[in-house]
């Protein structure tokens, strides 16, 4: 097939290096499985997955953050819509969750125990910043229900971090007082104290950019993803300038 087209197209790119191009970009799109170490000692493990198609030498990186109800794959979706639109992605399970419980499950732990999940979070962020082709200095994350919590104390003061996705939860008031970073807080009218806070919490981060996003009924966090079809691509394109691509 090769000589062939090398015969009929003699002044063409040779179709071998289109179709290895085509390859290489989709092996690279491909998610792979990774493990990083939290400063207190436990391994978590995850999806790292790289921008597809991206010629850019330095791609920003989100990195995504489920529930203690779920594990990683609660975005799976998203994961592969995110590098689809020219984001590192790094998708994994926080301790006591999924892979990740070589200390034990998440409810067997100790609420002081659950409660450093902060760490969990800040460990995903030093390893996705670490690798080859992601830009350090823009970094997001895409968090729900505790991950909301463990997410903004991890990013509150983090200067690489450049926006944020809250899906309900609920964090910490000093730290979103802290954050310095654009926030999309995404909530529904079923869940009153986590609606009204978003509200207030928007107050304080309107000035940054920051939207807010209500929906009627009783879903929450990523529940939402299956009330509407449209939000996930919604986060993406929220995202995008956010961390500065076109």
Do not use: C
Not at 23 to 51: C, H, I, M, N, Q
Not at 110 to 125: G, H, N, P
Not at 184 to 197: D, T
């Amino acid at each position: 097939m090769f000589i062939v087209w090398a015969n009929k197209f003699p002044n063409e790119k040779p179709l071998e290096s289109t179709v290895g191009e085509w390859l290489a970009s989709r092996l690279r799109a491909a998610g792979r499985e990774v493990s990083f170490k939290t400063e207190d000692g436990w391994t978590l493990y995850g999806t790292l997955r790289a921008p597809a198609g991206s010629g850019s030498p330095s791609a920003p990186g989100v990195v995504l953050l489920h529930s203690y109800l779920t594990d990683r794959h609660v975005f799976d979706h998203l994961e592969q819509l995110l590098a689809d639109a020219g984001l590192a992605v790094l998708n994994f399970d926080f301790r006591g969750r999924g892979e990740s419980k070589g200390k034990g499950g998440y409810f067997d732990l100790s609420l002081e125990e659950r409660d450093k999940a902060y760490l969990d979070a800040k460990a995903a962020l030093n390893f996705l910043a670490a690798q080859k082709g992601v830009n350090a200095d823009r970094l997001a994350l895409v968090t729900t229900s505790i991950g909301v919590k463990y997410g903004m104390k991890a990013a509150a003061l983090d200067p690489r971090v450049k926006a944020f996705v809250m899906l309900g939860g609920m964090p910490d008031r000093p730290d979103v007082e802290r954050s310095h970073f654009p926030i999309l807080f995404v909530s529904s009218k079923g869940s009153p104290p986590i609606m009204k806070a978003f509200q207030d919490f928007y107050k304080l981060a309107r000035d940054r950019g920051s939207s807010l996003l209500e929906y009627e009924g009783g879903s929450i966090g990523y529940q939402l993803f299956e009330l509407d079809e449209s939000l996930q691509p919604f986060i993406v394109r929220w995202l995008k300038p956010q961390l500065s691509l076109p």
